[in-house]
């Protein structure tokens, strides 16, 4: 399968990008590699390779849900780049 500048124009325009003229053949390009990709990708033979995860039939062990505070404050602050004793710090983004 490959894309034309048409259609590289059409699906920047679904996406809200904003495309220059002079870039749309590199677009179409890397979108036409992946496209390949895809297809390399579907010509591999996947019988008998069993679901790594989800569709298997299983469920998933359901647990009670319960409000807590995390009780790890400490923890969570101790990622803070910068802190104001129990709170994190952050710049002031309006003057």
Do not use: C
Not at 20 to 47: F, K, M
Not at 57 to 80: C, F, H, K, P, Y
């Amino acid at each position: 399968m490959s894309l034309d500048t048409a259609t590289v124009r059409r699906v920047a325009s679904l996406a809200r990008l904003k495309v220059e003229s002079d870039e749309l053949p590199r677009l179409q390009a890397e979108l036409n590699g992946i496209l390949d990709w895809i297809e390399q990708l579907q010509a591999v033979d996947t019988s008998g390779v069993e679901p790594m995860a989800g569709g298997g039939g299983g469920s998933l062990r359901m647990r009670e849900d319960q409000v807590t505070d995390g009780n790890n404050q400490s923890g969570i602050l101790a990622n803070a780049p910068d802190r104001a004793g129990a709170f994190f710090a952050v710049p002031k983004v309006v003057e």
